[in-house]
Nanobody, 119 residues
């Protein structure tokens, strides 16, 4: 059974940093591209960042580029999202997602972790 479990969320002040983690089980982690998405209250879920199976390529939403960094440790089957210079508009539930490298959609999703940034 595939499981993605996020952790590391919390309540912080604007300008602070947080590191989210997403631990995977039940999958051959190194055969999956990974991504982070987020959903703010009343808004649709949006893409935040993604990383290829071998960390060879990363991509970011324009709103987080230069502030967030996605990384992964295949030995630990974990993907990370380092978030710096947090802003109130970063407040959302953050989800990690996994996509098998031969597929075009994200097949597995975590339950999410809440990030709240106060001004």
């Amino acid at each position: 059974q595939v499981q993605l479990v996020e952790s590391g969320g919390g309540l912080v002040q604007a300008g602070d940093s947080l590191r989210l983690s997403c631990a995977a089980s039940g999958v051959t982690f190194s055969t999956y591209h990974m991504a982070w998405f987020r959903q703010a209250p009343g808004k649709e879920r949006e893409f935040v960042a993604r990383i290829t199976w071998n960390s060879g390529s990363t991509d970011y939403a324009g709103s987080v580029k230069g502030r967030f960094t996605i990384s992964r440790d295949n030995a630990k089957r974990t993907v990370y999202l380092e978030m710096n210079s947090l802003k109130p508009e970063d407040t959302a539930v953050y989800f990690c997602a996994a996509k098998l490298i031969i597929r075009n959609r994200y097949d597995y999703w975590g339950q999410g972790t809440q990030v709240t940034v106060s001004s």
